[in-house]
Nanobody
Framework: QVRLIQSGGGLVQPGESLRLSCSAP????????TAWYRQAPGKQRELVAR???????NYADSVKGRFTISRDNAKMTVYLQMNSLKPEDTAVYYC???????WGQGAQVTVSS
């Protein structure tokens, strides 16, 4: 079992930005798709964004145009850039190595005025 290492998160006001990072050994980050999920209180975990090995991406409708997932192979890190944050984006965010089903420890993102 490999634990993905997350960083980022915190408390921001509506309209502000945050960036989450997810790091793992190169054979994990660079060889398998990586996804970001989130789970808000009382709700099921939902897929936010996913990046394939090819670099192609897809997003939940609720974050399209505001969030960007990217990968830096040299740094063995996947990022989630979150812009124009809304209160409904408040959740614990998790990164996931899709094929191997490894997870990060989670990061709280709170959007509140």
């Amino acid at each position: 079992q490999v634990r993905l290492i997350q960083s980022g998160g915190g408390l921001v006001q509506p309209g502000e930005s945050l960036r989450l990072s997810c790091s793992a050994p190169a054979e994990i980050i660079n060889s398998f798709p990586t996804a970001w999920y989130r789970q808000a209180p009382g709700k099921q975990r939902e897929l936010v964004a996913r990046i394939e090995i090819s670099g192609s991406t897809n997003y939940a409708d609720s974050v399209k145009g505001r969030f960007t997932i990217s990968r830096d192979n040299a740094k063995m890190t996947v990022y989630l850039q979150m812009n124009s944050l809304k209160p409904e984006d408040t959740a614990v965010y998790y990164c996931n190595s899709v094929t191997m089903n490894f997870w990060g420890q989670g990061a709280q993102v709170t959007v509140s005025s």
